[in-house]
Each structure stands twice: as structure tokens, then as C-alpha cells.
């Protein structure tokens, strides 16, 4: 065995991020406008005051219910935000909300056509798929060292590595939906005179959108699950109270950090289940 | 009449070594050998048929018979592997992409097995599909899709969701779908299969009444051999891919042309097909103008017949005179039949289902009369024929 030189796997990834930060001008442009976004999300959430923020969270989890009133769950998000108020983690909750909107924004933005593509091509299906089980499955902790390499310290690492975690549910998910539509409304939509285009929007997308809307769902929580990890490279926010409670041996300080994390999970979960919620009524 | 839809030479292949596939095709190679040696199956070998304009088509056979192909070639949802497909003479498997959409577009509509409505649409809206994909304004698509769905016969369903509707309703849709894109060439895949009996009948009537005023080119796929008789002008019969036979339904029950139509048509239901002009034969008559009743004495000897049918100078249905009536006018010396004719004689027009006077003719003696339009006398029907035609001999002048 040990004649067998062993592979030098890692100093050609070294080499391979070496080379890639040469392309330091596009790296930087990258990191100016997730930069931006964040800066957006951040600017918009100091500037509402607490009232009228949970006045937004409540009123939209009203009206998104209100058919099937949801008494209970209004009355967790207001006791949930009053008690992360009074934890003093406001600031941190919106900066952990800032990471994980703009990290699920940009998923969204990227995974649904790469998604589409894969619904519609069978070759770029089987490409992408080991892709996908690769971009889940490696240690999350991995994509920080690059990260930093080409982005810096800060949110937008953070973002960055949450993206490549968080983004395939939402491919998968729209490649499931766009393969789940029937085939007989395809080929209703085809025999009438339909472009791809008019296939996408008016058959296959509205199809497919409970499936897509779970995989933004999925990505939303995976992107959550990312914040302590992003706090190691710099982001602010819920996940730095709880990694320097861990540096610290702090129990009480880390389940209160901790808990406010679970607290935003829920809220943003039923929240996005309810836009899911279809319209149609079932038979 | 003319050809609306040619279909030449049209072979589907599906598999992966085609060209071999063909070529063995060619030598004549059964779709088993075919299989086995290219990997490649057959699912329409070189059919060839005419669609006229106007006329209700069936394409019946068994699944797997290669009538889903078929008709899925025609509007190429499935490319043909060779052959042509012409509507008014344009050749549709030349064309681009663009102008196939044009095709698809204007020319033909397609009506599915399984309704293939868009669960996420309001009735009016999967109605307006057609139109919506070709760019008709709002107003006028909602408009021509509100009237289309009035002529299938759902009111008040507008707004609901095609899941708020029952099978038979959801098929109307699919039709008014097919309707207010106003195409020419109506194509209906199983249409009416996934109905229960009763609906199906109900929506057979409806596209036989709708068709009297629409004269659309309907191609319609069937498995149901009655539900092919009682709609189709003419039916196309497929078995493994190939045609067996085209003819109109009389020419199909009386003329099979293999065992396999033959083995199809034994236990169809043959009430339902045959008219009266099946089973009429030639009555024996006498001219009231001319003849007296002597002559209808000797016409009633000759045949062996106890009664004689009645016409004037135009050969218009009068009555009947039976024998015994005949003889009392000979005996005084009458020279007119007038006074004896019976004028209470059941008539019935040739293209009268024989289902629709069974009953009568069971319980009446006299012969039904069938006249024409102009009360011409063409034939009379007897018990004994219309027993014979139903069970299936041949229906000839002895009987």
C-alpha cells in the first residue's frame, strides 16, 4: 500500500482556487453586489421600528390565512419576536433574517431556471444531479475557506457559502415539479399551438409551483442552518451569539441565542407554507 | 366530397436503430422480427386514408393497434418516421417549427381521452386556451369561449375549477376547448371512453347534433366498435399497427373484410346500425290510376301473397288491399279499388333505425310502408326480414 503515491488532491484544489483568484475584478464585483442586497435588507430593517415590524409579520400571517384563521400562530409570533426583543437580540435577528432572505433570494434566482433547464433536458439533468448530492453532502464548514479567499470577511462569505448549501432543494424541487406535469396537459398545451415559452408560463410553472415553492421552503430552513456556521467567517447576526457562547462555555447564553434562531425558523416556515397554500379547491 | 386530411404512406418506428428498423420493414419483416432483430418497434406501417370534408372519421382498434400513434401524427405531437400528412393539400410533416404551431394553432383541435384540462384555470379560462395562445384579445377570447361553452351545453360553470366538475361536464369543456378555437379538423382521442355508458351515449348525441350545424372534419379515435358505428361516416379499422379495412359502418357489418373485423362485429348490437332501408324489400303494388281488381287479384296469385300495396300514377303511397276485399269487388264487378283501400298502413322513412320500430313492427300484421320524402313507395318491411338481419344473414328478397 504504501508504495503507492498518494493522489495530490488537495494542492490541485490549492492550485485550482489559486488560479481562480486571478479573476480577482469579477470576484469583486460579486462581492459588491450581494454586498448591496444585504445592505438593502439591513437598511429596511433598521429603519422599521419594532411595533411595525411585528405588525407586518402578524398582519401578513393574517392575511395569508385568512381563510383557515390561525390564532394560535399569531399569538406564537408575537409572544416569539416580543421575547427576542427582550433578549436584546433585535439587531442580530434582522442581520440573521438579512443573511437568510438574501441567500434564498439569490437560490431562487439562480435555481429556478437552472432548475427549468434540468425539468426540460435530460442530458443537463444527468450532469447536474451528482453536482447537486455534492454541493449538499460536503461539509458546509468547506465552502468557507474559498469563500474568505475570494470574498473577503464578512456577510457576504457567509451568503455565499449558505447559497451553494442551501440551493439545490430549490433546483430539485422545480426539476420535480416541471417532470410531474401530466403528460396529456403537455400535450393538450402543445396541440393547441403553445411555444416552450408559453408551455413554461402558462402550464408548467403553475404546475409546478407548490413542488418550487417547497424547495424555496427547504432552502429557506438550509439557509438558517448555515448562520453559526457563517458566524465562524464573520457574519453578524443570531449565529455570532451562539458561536461565542460556545467559545465560552456559556450554556444559558447559547439556548437563548439558540432559541431565537428556532423562533425565526417557525416564523419564516409557516409563513412560506401559507403563500404555498393553493387556491384551487380540491374535489 | 373532398379530402380535408391525406395520410400516405405513413410509418411510425419507435426505437433506436430506425434506419435498419425500415429497411426490414421493407423486406417485409413481421413487427415481431422487427423487434427481435432491431430492437425497434412498429407502430404504424405505411397507412394510407382520406378524410373527407365534413365527415365524422372513426379510427377504430384495440389498444396497441398503433390509433394513438396515428392520430398523434397528424398533428405531430408524434413525429412520423416517413410518409405525409396533408390538410388541404400542405404537406404538415415538411414544415418548420413555426409553421407547425401556425398549423396547430388554426387547422385542428384536439380533444383528450382524460379530459386534459389545466387543473390551475377556470372553466372559461382552459376554454379560452386556444385563443389565449394565439393572441386573441381578452374580450373576445371570454366571448367566444362563453358561446362555446353555451353550445356544449354548460351554463353558470365559468369561474368554477375543472375539479368541481363531473367527467361528462369536464369533457364538455374539452370539447368547447376544441370549439372555440373554431378550427376545421376536430381530433378526439378517446374522447368519450373515460365516460360511464350513459354519458358517453348522452355525449355521442350531442357531437352528432352539434355536427349537423358544425360540419366539422372530425377524426375520432375509438375502441368501442358501436360507439364507431353510431357516430362514424366512415370507419378505419386497425390491428398491429396496419389498416384492415375502411369502409362506411353498413360496408364494415356486411362486408368484413378478414376474420378479425369479422370477430369484431359479432357481438355489436345490430339494431343500432341498421335502417330501414337494410331490410325493406320489393313490395308487390298495383297502380290505382290504371290498375283494377283483377289485376290486383292475379298480382296477389303470382306472389303467393294474401294483400297488395297501392300507388297512383307517381308511384305515391296510397294503401293496401288484402284479398278477400279483391274478391268481393270481382264479384261485383267493381272496376275501382277505391272503396276497399286501408289507408291506417304504419310508414316509416329508410333511414329510420330498425330499434325504433321493433316494437310496432311486432305487433302489427301489415307490413310497414317505408316512403321517402315525397311519399314515393320504396319498400315494405317484413318480420321475418328484420329477424333475419339482426341476427346477422344476409338479407335477401326470399325471406
Known amino acids: 500500500m504504501n508504495n503507492i503515491p498518494q493522489l495530490p488532491v488537495s494542492s490541485w484544489i490549492d492550485k485550482f482556487v489559486d488560479w481562480l483568484a486571478s479573476f480577482e475584478g469579477f470576484f469583486n464585483a460579486v462581492t459588491n453586489f450581494i454586498g448591496g442586497i444585504i445592505n438593502g435588507f439591513q437598511w429596511i430593517f433598521d429603519l422599521l421600528p419594532i411595533w411595525l415590524f411585528m405588525l407586518l409579520v402578524v398582519g401578513c400571517t393574517y392575511w395569508l390565512n385568512r381563510k383557515t384563521k390561525h390564532w394560535t400562530l399569531i399569538g406564537f409570533e408575537i409572544v416569539g419576536l416580543l421575547y427576542i426583543w427582550n433578549q436584546g437580540f433585535w439587531r442580530d435577528m434582522t442581520q440573521t433574517l438579512t443573511l437568510v432572505l438574501t441567500s434564498s433570494l439569490i437560490a431562487l434566482v439562480i435555481g429556478v431556471p437552472l432548475g427549468i433547464w434540468m425539468g426540460k433536458s435530460k442530458v443537463f439533468e444527468t450532469i447536474n444531479k451528482p453536482i447537486l448530492d455534492f454541493m449538499q453532502t460536503m461539509p458546509a464548514f468547506v465552502y468557507l475557506i474559498p469563500a474568505v479567499a475570494f470574498f473577503g470577511i464578512g456577510m457576504v462569505p457567509g451568503v455565499i457559502a449558505s447559497v451553494i448549501f442551501a440551493m439545490p432543494p430549490t433546483i430539485r424541487m422545480t426539476n420535480l415539479g416541471i417532470r410531474q406535469v401530466p403528460a396529456d396537459l403537455i400535450e393538450a398545451a402543445d396541440s393547441y399551438g403553445s411555444t416552450s415559452w408559453q408551455k413554461l408560463f402558462k402550464v408548467q410553472l403553475p404546475l409546478a409551483k407548490s413542488t418550487l415553492m417547497a424547495g424555496v421552503n427547504q432552502s429557506m430552513m438550509l439557509s438558517l442552518s448555515m448562520v453559526v456556521i457563517a458566524s465562524m467567517i464573520g457574519a453578524m447576526g443570531l449565529g455570532n451569539k451562539v458561536y461565542f457562547a460556545v467559545g465560552r462555555n456559556d450554556a444559558g447564553g447559547g439556548f437563548a441565542a439558540g432559541l431565537a434562531i428556532v423562533i425565526l425558523a417557525i416564523i419564516l416556515d409557516r409563513i412560506t407554507q401559507a403563500i404555498n397554500r393553493s387556491k384551487i379547491p380540491k374535489s | ?399
Open chain 2, 1 to 399: 366530397m373532398t379530402a380535408k386530411l391525406e395520410v400516405r404512406h405513413l410509418t411510425k418506428i419507435f426505437g433506436r436503430r430506425i434506419p435498419r428498423a425500415e429497411e426490414l420493414l421493407k423486406a417485409g419483416k413481421s413487427k415481431a422480427e422487427i423487434l427481435k432483430s432491431a430492437g425497434a418497434t412498429v407502430g404504424v406501417n405505411d397507412a394510407n386514408f382520406e378524410v373527407n370534408d365534413g365527415e365524422i372519421f372513426v379510427i377504430m382498434g384495440l389498444s396497441g393497434s398503433g390509433k394513438s400513434t396515428m392520430i398523434r401524427m397528424i398533428n405531430r405531437l408524434i413525429e412520423p418516421t416517413s410518409g405525409e400528412v396533408l390538410i388541404d393539400g400542405e404537406n404538415l410533416t415538411s414544415l418548420n417549427k413555426k409553421q407547425l404551431l401556425d398549423v396547430r394553432r388554426n387547422k385542428m383541435s384536439m380533444v383528450f381521452q382524460n379530459f386534459a384540462l389545466f387543473p390551475n384555470r377556470t372553466i372559461i379560462d382552459n376554454t379560452a386556451y386556444g385563443l389565449e395562445i394565439k393572441g386573441v384579445d381578452k374580450d373576445e377570447r371570454l366571448k367566444k369561449s362563453h358561446d362555446a361553452l353555451e353550445l356544449v351545453g354548460l351554463h353558470g360553470y365559468d369561474n368554477q375549477y375543472p375539479t368541481q366538475l363531473s367527467g361528462g361536464m369536464q369533457q364538455r369543456v374539452g370539447l368547447a376547448r376544441a370549439l372555440a378555437n373554431n378550427s376545421e379538423i376536430l381530433l378526439m382521442d378517446e374522447a368519450f371512453s373515460a365516460l360511464d355508458p350513459l354519458n358517453r351515449k348522452d355525449m355521442q348525441d350531442e357531437l352528432l347534433d352539434l355536427q349537423e350545424n358544425l360540419h366539422k372534419t372530425i377524426v375520432f379515435i375509438s375502441h368501442d366498435l358501436n360507439e364507431a358505428l353510431r357516430i362514424g361516416d366512415r370507419i378505419m379499422i386497425m390491428k398491429d399497427g396496419e389498416i384492415v379495412q375502411t369502409g362506411t359502418p353498413e360496408e364494415i357489418l356486411t362486408q368484413p373484410a378478414d376474420d378479425y373485423v369479422e370477430r369484431f362485429i359479432e357481438d355489436v348490437d345490430r339494431t343500432k346500425v341498421l335502417t330501414a332501408s337494410n331490410v325493406m324489400i320489393r313490395p308487390t303494388f298495383v297502380n290505382i290510376d290504371k290498375d283494377g281488381p283483377r289485376i290486383a287479384m292475379r298480382r296477389m296469385v303470382e306472389n303467393e301473397i294474401s294483400s297488395v300495396y297501392v300507388v297512383n300514377n307517381q308511384r305515391e303511397f296510397i294503401g293496401v288491399v288484402d284479398a278477400s276485399h279483391v274478391m268481393s269487388l270481382i264479384k261485383k264487378k267493381e272496376r275501382k279499388l277505391d272503396s276497399v283501400i286501408q289507408k291506417n298502413v304504419p310508414t316509416t322513412s329508410p333511414d329510420t333505425p330498425i330499434t325504433d320500430i321493433m316494437d310496432t313492427i311486432s305487433s302489427t300484421p301489415i307490413p310497414y310502408a317505408v316512403v321517402d320524402d315525397q311519399n314515393h313507395l320504396l319498400g315494405i318491411i317484413i318480420r321475418g326480414a328484420v329477424l333475419g338481419a339482426i341476427s346477422g344473414n344476409e338479407v335477401g328478397e326470399d325471406e
